[in-house]
């Protein structure tokens, strides 16, 4: 059974930082590629940045790209979030989520099956 448990979102005022964290049991960020999606009332989810089983090939949607920052510690079996230089569009509800493929290092949101619970990050103007 896999279990995934967010972290670290609070309300912070624009222009702050916030780290968000993940920590999985039952499967190992080792093996899998992990993501981050978030979700604004009223709004689709929508998928942030991922990085592969190997830690390379980080992703991010062009409106975070140079504020946040993936990163993953495989032995804490952990993955990271740091998000800089927030703005009130970035709220919204985290989630991370796993990818079912063993060592795939592409990004299909189809087979990003294990999620977590989310945590919150709100940014005031």
């Known amino acids: 059974q896999v279990q995934l448990v967010e972290s670290g979102g609070g309300l912070v005022q624009a222009g702050g930082s916030l780290r968000l964290s993940c920590v999985a049991s039952g499967r190992a960020f080792s093996t899998f590629a992990v993501g981050w999606f978030r979700q604004a009332p009223g709004k689709e989810r929508e998928f942030v940045s991922a990085l592969s089983w190997s830690g390379s090939r980080p992703y991010y949607i062009d409106s975070v790209k140079g504020r946040f920052t993936i990163s993953k510690d495989n032995a804490k079996n952990t993955v990271y979030l740091q998000m800089n230089s927030l703005k009130p569009e970035d709220t919204a509800v985290y989630y991370c989520?796993?990818?079912?493929?063993?060592?795939?290092?592409?990004?299909?949101?189809?087979?990003?099956?294990?999620w977590g619970q989310g945590t919150q990050v709100t940014v005031s103007s």
């Open positions: 989520a796993l990818d079912n493929r063993p060592y795939y290092s592409d990004y299909d949101v189809r087979y990003f099956t294990s």
